[in-house]
C-alpha cells in the first residue's frame, strides 16, 4: 500500500524545479571513470496549500539516474528531469538563496503570502 504525503490536500498552486547541479558517481574528483555510471539531482517542489490561512512550503527531493555507460546515464538522466525547469541557485542551499523563481514569487503575491518572498541579503 503506497501512502499518501500529507501536503497532497487542498494544494492551491505547485510546480516542481531541478537544481542546477547535478552528482554522478561515473567520475573521481580527478575525473578517472568509476565503471558506476549512476547520480542523483536535487530537485524542489513549491507548494500553495489551502485552509483557513494558506501556506507557502518548499518540499526537497532527490531524483536517481542510472544506465550501463555514459550515454545511457545521461539519456536516464534527460527523461528523469529533462521536462523541470532549472532553479539557479548559484551553487547555494535553497535557504541561502536571494529569490525564488519569478514565477514562485508571482504565486506568492497572488495568493497573498508576500511575506515568504525570500530575500536573504
Request: charged share 35%; hydrophobic share 30%; glycine share 8%.
Amino acid at each position: 500500500m503506497k501512502m499518501k504525503k500529507k501536503t497532497s490536500k487542498n494544494i492551491l498552486w505547485e510546480k516542481t524545479y531541478r537544481g542546477e547541479n547535478y552528482f554522478d558517481n561515473a567520475h573521481t574528483l580527478k575525473g578517472k571513470e568509476t565503471g558506476d555510471w549512476s547520480g542523483v539531482i536535487l530537485i524542489y517542489r513549491f507548494l500553495i496549500l489551502g485552509g483557513v490561512r494558506p501556506r507557502f512550503l518548499i518540499e526537497p527531493d532527490v531524483i536517481e539516474f542510472s544506465g550501463k555507460d555514459e550515454e545511457e546515464m545521461l539519456e536516464s538522466f534527460e527523461r528523469s528531469v529533462g521536462y523541470l525547469e532549472e532553479w539557479k541557485l548559484g551553487n547555494e542551499h535553497y535557504t541561502k538563496c536571494d529569490l525564488f523563481p519569478d514565477e514562485v514569487n508571482q504565486k506568492l503575491t497572488e495568493f497573498n503570502l508576500q511575506k515568504y518572498v525570500k530575500k536573504v541579503s
